[in-house]
């Protein structure tokens, strides 16, 4: 039988603050046109109130009657940006710019809308520009580490969540984020420290405790990794993600019926979870219920089709089963998909 894979879903995703838009007083601003400040001070005031739709609605009167008028265009781009459109917020926040090529803070906004856009290496220009043009504060380096890290420039990312740290000790986030980058370094002592503290300074983040626990899974200590999954499913018992990651912790301390529970939790919470699923396969196989495995990644693959570590242990319940063409069959797919060490399982296969 070939190597199985069990995979504990890794938190790095870096949890993303929300912004306000800027700091702009509803007071009534008398010029030559008078309605479109009117309009504008209204979408300031909608704004406030988490009525983001008014807002569009008021700061594209405003621009209706002010052609020119840049800040409507940057409010205008933060509201949809807060209603999740951030292909039309970033149409507004150029439009600012072309009008204001020194708004430091409409290059914020732009390169926080192409963050979830998937245009981090842009963002990062735009968050550099926003750095240069003055806007030096914590959210400007935050944001910047992570689009860099979301181009896995580490390196940088970490130099960006220390800024955002000594601007801001408290920031519960930047301390996750940056743990997560000591991660992905292999400092695996630096970014449990990092966890730590932010959950001393954010007792509810979940995701570090889940984070800490992945961190101390790489460091060979699964009891202290089962133990921070375990706070996690006491302070939010349909945390499904802590379920699975509990699991293969106990997968790799060879309790293999506890692991099965934790699956099979995990499953009964988010049922359309491939991981789950591969990794209850993983336990059927150690166990040799290589039925009741194939059923499982059969499952993990229906979920998702381009999932190559459930081929590759689909591949090895075949074997087990007798069913060596469609054992070659899944390890040549699983070898397609990229899944690591593909010598391993093409030995044998014609």
Request: glycine content about 6%.
């Amino acid at each position: 039988m070939k190597k199985l894979i069990s995979l504990v879903f890794i938190t790095l995703l870096l949890v993303f603050n929300t912004y306000a838009q800027e700091e702009n007083s509803a007071t009534l601003v008398v010029d030559d046109n008078q309605e479109s400040e009117l309009a504008y001070n209204k979408g300031i005031e909608s704004f406030k109130k988490n009525d983001f739709k008014k807002a569009i609605v008021e700061f594209t009167s405003a621009i209706s009657n002010k052609k020119n008028f840049y800040q409507a265009y940057y409010n205008r781009g933060n509201a949809k940006s807060k209603m999740k459109d951030y292909k039309a917020a970033i149409i507004d926040f150029n439009e600012a710019i072309k009008l204001k090529p020194d708004y430091a803070k409409a290059y914020f906004g732009r390169g926080f809308a192409k963050i979830y856009s998937n245009d981090s290496k842009t963002a990062v220009r735009d968050f550099s520009q926003a750095e240069t043009l003055g806007k030096k504060d914590a959210k400007t380096y935050y944001y910047r580490g992570v689009a860099k890290f979301m181009n896995e420039n580490y390196s940088g990312a970490l130099g960006d969540f220390t800024q955002t740290i000594k601007l801001s000790p408290k920031n519960a986030y930047a301390y996750n984020d940056r743990g997560s980058v000591k991660r992905q370094l292999e400092n695996y002592d630096g970014a449990v420290a990092d966890y730590k503290l932010a959950i001393i300074n954010n007792p509810k983040l979940l995701v570090a405790y889940v984070n800490m626990g992945s961190a101390k899974r790489k460091m060979k200590d699964f009891e202290g990794a089962v133990a921070d999954y375990t706070t996690v499913i006491e302070l939010r018992a349909d945390y499904f993600i802590a379920y699975n990651n509990r699991g293969s912790a106990k997968f790799e301390m060879k309790k293999y019926d506890e692991a099965a529970e934790d699956f099979k939790k995990t499953i009964s919470l988010s049922p359309k979870y491939a991981f789950a699923h591969n990794n209850l396969g993983t336990v059927y196989m150690k166990q040799k219920k290589y039925k009741e495995a194939l059923q499982s990644f059969n499952k993990a693959i229906e979920i998702n089709g381009n999932f190559a570590e459930a081929f590759a242990n689909r591949g090895n319940a075949k074997e087990m089963l007798r069913d060596f063409e469609g054992a070659c069959n899944d390890w040549k797919a699983a070898v397609k998909l990229g899944v690591k060490n593909p010598k391993i399982f093409l030995e044998g296969c014609k």
